[in-house]
């Protein structure tokens, strides 16, 4: 066990005797600095829906190793924003949380530049209505909710919309979708997905492929139009935050 003091400084540290409490932050003004001390989990709360209005940064660890929980709580509609400079390395990128968003760090004394590593990020399944933009052969199609959830930098959605189309006789559709979480995607491979649309009485079901488009940052879905009456368009697709 060695020493009462490397017992001390090298295995229990100031708090963890109480069962490593939480400390809880509200972020009411932007760049705000949270001092991060000996905890090992803060909670945050924001009063503004604006990630970019209430970006926070953090202190440097208390020790190599420590572990660093951070997650949003409170209003769901509110926003904050951990970016990946000064002592902080985020491998995915910004974090742009919301409330049930979790990260996941540690400090990591060693480098010249002691910095906190990011270990994994996650959230909670949400919802959001993605804007629909009409390509080839498409008429119109219907704003409805829609889910995803986020793990590390891969988002992943799943949803429907009714589609209408011009011209049937296997003619090729496009539409496009806005993504919940923003990407600059580079390649048609970095989001990919399938979906069908569903047949109405005498016609045959069409398979659709879903695609990154890399000009505008969207999802791109093309399939061969087999009907021209509105149709439902169900869909899972998953992309990586880039």
């Known amino acids: 066990m060695g020493t ?3 017992f001390r400084s090298g295995f229990l540290q100031p708090g963890m ?3 490593n409490l939480p400390k809880n932050v509200t972020l009411s003004a932007d760049t705000t600095v949270i001092q991060v001390n000996y905890c090992p989990h803060i909670r945050i709360t924001t009063d503004n829906a604006t990630s970019t209005n209430r970006t926070f940064s953090l202190t440097a ?6 572990e660093l929980f951070i997650t949003v709580i409170g209003s769901s509609t509110n926003r904050c924003e951990l970016v990946s ?10 974090w ?4 049930g968003d979790t990260i996941h760090l540690i400090w990591d004394a060693l480098p010249t530049t002691p910095i906190w590593r990011e270990v994994a990020r996650s959230s909670v399944a949400g919802r959001y209505t993605p ?7 498409a008429v119109s ?29 296997a003619t090729l559709t496009v539409i496009t979708a806005t993504l919940p979480v ?8 970095d989001l990919s997905g399938s979906g069908l649309v569903l047949a109405a009485t005498g016609t045959d079901t069409a398979g659709v492929g879903i695609s990154a488009n890399t000009g505008s940052d969207l999802a791109s879905f093309s399939w061969n139009s087999t009907q021209t009456t509105s149709a439902l368009l169900t869909f899972t697709f998953q992309y990586e935050v880039i």
């Open 85 to 94: 400079t000064g002592n902080v390395s985020l491998t995915a990128g910004t």
């Open 61 to 66: 660890g208390s020790w190599q190793g420590q």
């Open 4 to 6: 009462d003091l490397n």
């Open 182 to 189: 923003a990407s600059n995607l580079g390649a048609a491979a």
């Open 131 to 137: 804007t629909w933009a009409m390509g080839a052969n």
């Open 17 to 19: 005797a109480l069962g």
């Open 141 to 169: 199609a219907s704003a409805l909710s829609c889910l995803y959830s986020r793990v590390g930098n891969i988002v992943t959605v799943s949803g429907s919309t009714a589609v209408v189309t011009t011209a049937a006789a």
């Open 96 to 99: 742009t949380a919301t409330v």
